[in-house]
Nanobody, 129 residues
Framework: QVQLVESGGGSVQAGGSLRLSCAAS????????MGWFRQAPGKEREGVAS???????SYADSVKGRFTISKDNAKNTLYMEMNSLKPEDTAMYYC???????????????????????WGQGTQVTVSS
């Protein structure tokens, strides 16, 4: 059974940093496309970043240069380092995983739009101005 458990959210001031973690179990995550999504109140869930089994990553334009996604296959854990946080980054952040070709994974949008992803329960990030 696929399980994804996020942690690391919290409240920070604008300009601050947070590191999110997602512990994965129940599937060979080294073969999966994984990524982070977020959903702010009243808005649709949006893709933030994706990473393939070899570490190639894709980012939404809104977070490029500020967020870094990474994964440790030995620890079955996905990470996202978030720097220079802005109030508009406030959202519930979710980890997701799906089998996907490397090409589609590193492109970003195919993973963001794919159905049948496994999801974590989310971790809240709040950035105050």
């Amino acid at each position: 059974q696929v399980q994804l458990v996020e942690s690391g959210g919290g409240s920070v001031q604008a300009g601050g940093s947070l590191r999110l973690s997602c512990a994965a179990s129940g599937f060979p995550n080294s073969r999966y496309c994984m990524g982070w999504f977020r959903q702010a109140p009243g808005k649709e869930r949006e893709g933030v970043a994706s990473i393939d089994r070899d570490g190639s990553a894709s980012y939404a334009d809104s977070v490029k240069g500020r967020f870094t996604i990474s994964k440790d296959n030995a620890k079955n854990t996905l990470y996202m380092e978030m720097n220079s946080l802005k109030p508009e980054d406030t959202a519930m952040y979710y980890c997701a995983a799906r089998l996907l070709s490397r090409g589609d994974c590193v492109t970003g949008l195919p993973f963001f739009r794919a159905a049948d992803k496994a999801w974590g329960q989310g971790t809240q990030v709040t950035v105050s101005s």
